[in-house]
């Protein structure tokens, strides 16, 4: 199952704020299956349409869209999203009166009427409206060629709260499990290690080198089929100990 992360929002480009959704990865992980890219983009109706495009042409099946459903100018992603799919945005009734409940319980008293309110309670027809549990803004679950479109605020009390809800269920296993080893050795001299295990076994090795690896090894995660993955870790260390690195400069 290919799931992919678009990240909207131009305070995410600044390095002010970070964009890494780790919560959300980790329950993906948590349920055998892994994101497959996260990519970071601009409040700009030019970036965000043309990223849908590229994740239906890779076959992406699960595509989680968070920020920009706001009222302001800057919140274009349902905008993009009808753009994509090639359809007028409609007001949806239910929304409305989820937002008006939520306005009544924030402020305690029912909001006037305005464009930019009901704007939040927009979808691309044919599209469905997602109860905000947390917030105003309703998020939007569309289908495009067989590509599951979720989008949710970005407020991560808000995102977080309807990916549970919404996206975290349609998640499947793949079976893919993940071993993480601390080793003493130095990147360079791992390198034909991890070489000889990915070619002898169906594993993905992944390098985190560290500064301090003299003292605290250096961080490799093999991922695969349990199994496999398993067999390949055993391999793995079996090499390190019969060449040990000697920290030579």
């Not at 002010?16 to 990519?39: E, F, H, M």
């Not at 469905?128 to 679950?141: D, F, H, M, Q, T």
């Not at 605290?216 to 055993?234: C, F, L, M, S, Y």
Request: proline share 6%.
């Amino acid at each position: 199952m290919r799931i992919e992360l678009l990240i909207i929002g131009d305070e995410l480009l600044t390095g002010g704020t970070d964009p890494y959704p780790a919560a959300i990865v980790s329950a993906i992980k948590g349920k055998g299956a892994y994101v497959s890219r996260i990519t970071v983009v601009p409040d700009e109706l030019d970036d965000i349409v043309p990223e849908l495009q590229s994740a239906q042409a890779r076959g992406v099946e699960l595509l989680l869209v968070t920020g920009g459903l706001g009222p302001t100018l800057d919140d274009v992603t349902r905008h993009a999203l009808a753009k994509f799919l090639g359809r007028p945005l409609v007001l949806d009734q239910e929304a409305v009166e989820w937002m008006d409940e939520a306005i009544m319980r924030l402020h305690g008293k029912r909001p006037a009427s305005s464009e930019e309110r009901l704007l939040m309670a927009k979808v691309p027809e044919g599209a469905k409206a997602l109860r905000n549990p947390n917030g105003v803004a309703s998020g939007i679950e569309a289908e495009a060629d067989g590509m599951k479109v979720f989008c949710v605020p970005g407020f991560p009390r808000e995102m977080q709260a309807m990916f549970e809800a919404y996206v975290l269920p349609l998640v499947r296993s793949e079976g893919l499990y993940e071993k993480e080893l601390w080793v003493m050795r130095r990147e360079t001299t791992m390198e034909p290690l991890f070489q000889r295990i990915v070619s002898g076994f169906k594993v993905k090795v992944a390098s985190l080198p560290k500064d301090t690896w003299k003292h605290t090894g250096n961080q490799v995660i093999i991922k695969g089929e349990r199994d496999e993955v398993e067999r390949a870790v055993k391999a793995f260390l079996e090499m390190v100990e019969r060449t040990p690195d000697r920290y030579e400069e």
